[in-house]
């Protein structure tokens, strides 16, 4: 499965932006998707995911109530919607897939990455 992270770009603190993450099977519609970010000289960190039915979403406390993960299976595409955006979000985020339906919050429970897509947050 390949991925591909896109719609990343320049906003300023409190602006929203939506980033999306297509895929280039239908076999992924059977893997969940995973949000994750990397800023200069920090971690790999976990900022949401969703099951490979949509039915169940999870999300970094960082990002709770702002962030929001959504997949279209039709369009093999996973989005993540970014509101009220901060300074410290900024990083490039990537997505990934994985056969896991638990342990989600970890890279090591994924097979596929995306290239990633950076967000710039202005204050």
């Known amino acids: 499965v390949q991925l591909q992270a896109s719609g990343g770009g320049l906003v300023q603190a409190g602006e929203s932006l939506r980033v999306s993450c297509a895929a280039s099977?239908?076999?992924?519609?059977?893997?969940?998707l995973g949000w994750f970010r990397q800023s200069p000289g920090k971690e790999r960190e976990f900022v949401g995911a969703?099951?490979?039915?949509?039915?169940?979403?999870y999300y970094a406390d960082s990002v709770k109530g702002r962030f929001t993960i959504s997949r279209d299976n039709a369009k093999n595409t996973v989005y993540l919607q970014m509101n009220s955006l901060k300074p410290e979000d900024m990083a490039v985020y990537y997505c990934?897939?994985?056969?896991?339906?638990?342990?989600?919050?970890?890279?090591?429970?994924?097979?596929?990455w995306g290239q990633g897509t950076q967000v710039t947050v202005s204050s």
């Open positions: 969703v099951t490979w039915s949509g039915g169940n979403t």
């Open positions: 099977e239908r076999t992924f519609n059977y893997y969940a």
């Open positions: 990934a897939a994985s056969w896991r339906t638990t342990i989600l919050e970890l890279p090591s429970s994924y097979r596929y």
